[in-house]
């Protein structure tokens, strides 16, 4: 008897009743990425609110919520959140290194090859949320086409899709920030308040 109370107080203490760290990635990506993406469509210029985002908000927030999904043992969660955790203090790097004279501006082609690279990193998300539920899939599918139309902006210089991309990337930021609102919307609430 006292061997199955210990065995009971024993698996009390390996349950796992920490918070779902998704809405804060989900957030952290989705506020980022439309920042980011007003620039893109012209409404906005670079400027330190876009760096100071990418660099702690959409980085440093999203690499810790990478790090809590591994602890969760959700690989997708933490492959996901840890990659564009990293994706957003690489760029945020990218604007911040030729500033201070320590490396010089990529060219066009050499920032299409950065972004191709993510594009096919996004791409392999995509895929797999063909298995997961249609509003992750609608927002990694508008991700894809935001990289895809950066790249070819980069390559072509053309002001028109540097626009659409901005386009796309305000809807797949706005997904993003609308999916992690919702859980903590519906979490708070008790039921399913907003469809996520």
């Known amino acids: 008897m006292q061997h199955l109370e210990e065995v009971n107080r024993n698996n009390i203490f390996m349950m796992d009743n920490t918070a779902n760290p998704a809405p804060l990635g989900l957030c952290a990506f989705g506020m980022t990425t439309i920042l980011l993406s007003l620039h893109n469509a012209g409404f906005t210029g670079v400027s330190s609110p876009i760096v100071a985002m990418a660099l702690l908000y959409g980085g440093v927030a999203q690499s810790v919520v990478g790090v809590m999904e591994w602890k969760k043992k959700n690989t997708f969660g933490m492959l996901t959140f840890g990659s564009f955790g990293i994706f957003w203090i690489t760029f945020a790097a990218i604007l911040m290194l030729p500033a201070l004279s320590l490396a010089k501006a990529p060219s066009p082609v050499e920032l299409a090859a950065f972004l191709a690279v993510w594009g096919i990193f996004a791409l392999g998300l995509f895929i797999c949320t063909l298995k997961m539920h ?42 993003a920030l609308y999916m992690g609102m919702g859980q903590t919307i519906n979490e708070i609430f008790g039921s399913r308040v907003l469809p996520v």
């Open 134 to 175: 249609r509003l992750l899939q609608v927002t990694l599918a508008f991700v894809v086409i935001l990289v895809a139309l950066l790249v070819t902006a980069h390559l072509t210089g053309n002001p028109l899709i540097l626009t659409l991309s901005g386009i796309s990337g305000l809807i797949a930021g706005g997904l």
